[in-house]
């Protein structure tokens, strides 16, 4: 690949999807103002003899090939190339995308193909001018106190939407004849006017009109009457849009309030802690007739006070609406995002289903966060997440959920998400964010109960309390969130305990030479922790291996030695995810690990040196 520095110096605007209609021997019939006035006295040229030589022979042979096939021509003709576009007055596009298909028109009944010409080089910069225009008329619109509406006659698709502080709210997505199906039942069974006004404007979408303009009366939800009016029309050089613009009389009062402009928290240009709340709920509204998924998320900064006492509230400032820029382009038009006060954010999603598209989108979140501010100052996000109907179907019970994984976030030693999952974190004890809090307190509490229950059964009978007791085993998962938990001796070749759905066989026979030459890794605690077992692909790739064939992707080791060699191994495993363990998780898991490997040691060398007399 040639890696190119400079421009080429180029003494016209570099197209970004200019067209021609040419013959098929490539001579051109009409094509944009740009394309005559880069090639000038050279439009006479076939437009084979502009791009690279060897692109053109072989588009010729293509478009030659289709209009001499005997078979019935089909209007699916397409190719595509990489090549060169020039002028041969000394101006060339060194890299140009051009497509090639059939166009609509024919030339008195002849086929003549459309061709797309797209520099690439000068694509980025194009596409960013786009971008910063669409940034500018966003801005514009949110601050207009009106609706506006789209219609694309080849699907039917009708679209209402509205822009408050630079977020957009589709309030109609859906075929445009089952809408008005929908509206003109209840509104317009007993009433002529308003019937023939809908029906007025339906009539000019349909007829697909230029522009249009007209008056629209109406009752609504309240009974109260209103009016409106409707301007709109295709846009200039696309053929399959009509846009306009909704403008409801000056009385407002009836309008929600998440959409006006009273809503937006003036320090982000997020919705305040009242309209994202009643976004939610009117979303969830929405959807408890459908199969649609949503999730709702609690969005705060880790240590925020620290950071405004040590970088002063400029600084704290800044942080704030960065994450706020962030959570806002992160999500996009999947959900939208409110800002609750002070460091704390609100998200609802409803456009992504999937738990694990969900982890993604956190990820990407938190990694941005990251990056973007020196790494002295370490800004981090803890998150706790829940999800609609699974969690709740009421807008109260879901956010008690989300704000509990919140709180077990904030436990686990924050930088990280926690989506609520029931059997693992528990169900509600209260309704108040600070019962929650609570609630998760008497839970830790609780941990610490279990755990000196467990060892104190340990040291009064024996390792037996967990390697014979399949249920004792699944206490310990559940008191730690762990996938699986395996037991190996006999310098790692006999399994002792294999608890969870392992893929294969569990135990470490194989890489127990690995395990030996790396004794440094444990370190003289006998432990290794290890958040993502992908790091270890090219660092390691026989215990790398090993992880991925039991879909390992965390885990704790604990290990006892013999003659300097790892003989009993305890592993806490985690299935398919990372995960960042807590210093609580990993001391008391430690624990455990140790006094049962120490154990079975010590029991399996009594054994061999019995046996030996």
């Avoid at 084979?48 to 019935?72: N, Q, V, W």
Wanted: net charge negative.
């Amino acid at each position: 690949m040639e890696i190119i520095q400079e421009r080429d110096t180029i003494n016209f605007i570099a197209p970004a999807d200019e067209w021609a209609k040419v013959r098929p021997n490539g001579t051109v019939v009409s094509a944009s103002n740009w394309y005559y006035s880069f090639v000038r006295e050279n439009s006479i040229l076939s437009i084979f003899e502009l791009i690279d030589s060897a692109d053109s022979s072989r588009l010729s042979e293509l478009m030659s090939g289709y209009l001499s096939d005997d078979a019935k021509k089909s209007d699916d003709f397409f190719a595509e190339f990489i090549t060169s576009f020039t002028n041969k007055l000394g101006d060339t596009f060194p890299i140009c995308y051009i497509a090639v298909k059939l166009a609509e028109e024919t030339e008195s009944g002849n086929v003549l193909f459309e061709v797309r010409i797209s520099d690439l080089r000068g694509m980025g910069d194009k596409l960013e001018l786009y971008r910063k225009k669409m940034a500018k008329y966003h801005f514009f619109m949110s601050i207009k106190d009106e609706m506006y509406f789209e219609y694309r006659p080849s699907d039917g698709n009708f679209v209402v939407y509205k822009y408050t502080g630079g977020s957009c709210y589709k309030l109609v997505d859906e075929d445009f004849s089952q809408y008005i199906e929908k509206t003109q039942k209840p509104l317009c069974r007993d009433d002529k006017i308003l019937l023939r006004q809908l029906d007025t404007v339906c009539s000019y979408i349909y007829r697909q009109e230029k522009t249009f303009r007209t008056t629209f009366d109406f009752t609504d939800e309240t009974g109260e009457f209103r009016s409106a009016k409707v301007i709109g029309g295709f846009v200039a050089g696309e053929r399959d849009m009509i846009a306009g613009v909704y403008i409801p009389d000056k009385e407002r009062d009836s309008e929600k309030y998440y959409l006006s402009s009273a809503a937006v928290d003036p320090g982000t240009g997020l919705l305040n802690k009242r309209a994202i709340s009643e976004y939610a709920a009117e979303m969830i509204g929405m959807i408890k007739d459908t199969d649609q998924k949503a999730w709702m998320m609690i969005i705060d900064i880790d240590d925020f006070k620290r950071v405004n006492d040590n970088f002063g509230h400029l600084f704290g400032d800044e942080v704030i609406r960065y994450t706020a820029n962030t959570l806002s382009e992160e999500i996009g038009e999947n959900g939208m995002v409110g800002r609750f006060g002070g460091d704390e954010f609100f998200a609802f999603v409803h456009k992504i289903p999937e738990r694990d598209d969900i982890k993604i989108l956190l990820k990407s979140i938190a990694k941005r966060l990251a990056i973007h501010f020196d790494p002295k100052v370490k800004i981090t996000l803890s998150i706790g997440a829940a999800k609609y109907p699974d969690d709740g179907t009421e807008l109260d019970e879901i956010f008690a959920k989300a704000d509990k994984a919140l709180y077990i976030a904030k436990e686990k030693g924050k930088d990280r998400h926690i989506i609520y999952e029931e059997k693992l974190h528990g169900g509600l004890s209260g309704d108040s964010m600070q019962s929650q809090a609570v609630s998760y307190a008497v839970s830790r509490e609780k941990k610490r109960q279990l755990l000196c229950s467990l060892m104190t059964r340990i040291a009064m009978e024996d390792e037996k309390v967990v390697t014979g007791d399949a249920s004792v085993q699944m206490d310990i998962r559940t008191l730690f969130d762990l996938d699986g938990i395996t037991i190996v001796t006999d310098f790692c070749k006999t399994v002792v305990v294999s608890n969870g759905k392992y893929i294969g066989e569990p135990g470490f026979e194989g890489v127990d030479e690995w395990l030996g030459e790396k004794i440094e890794r444990f370190g003289e605690s006998g432990r290794y922790v290890e958040n993502n077992v992908s790091t270890l692909q090219y660092s390691n790739p026989d215990i790398y291996r090993h992880m991925r064939s039991a879909e390992i992707g965390a885990c704790i080791i604990c290990v006892e030695y013999v003659d300097g060699r790892i003989h009993t191994l305890m592993s806490f495993d985690q299935f398919n995810k990372n995960r960042k363990w807590s210093d609580n998780d990993i001391d008391g898991i430690s624990l455990i690990g140790h006094t049962i490997t120490r154990l079975i040691k010590q029991k399996r060398v009594k054994e061999r040196r019995a046996i030996s007399f």
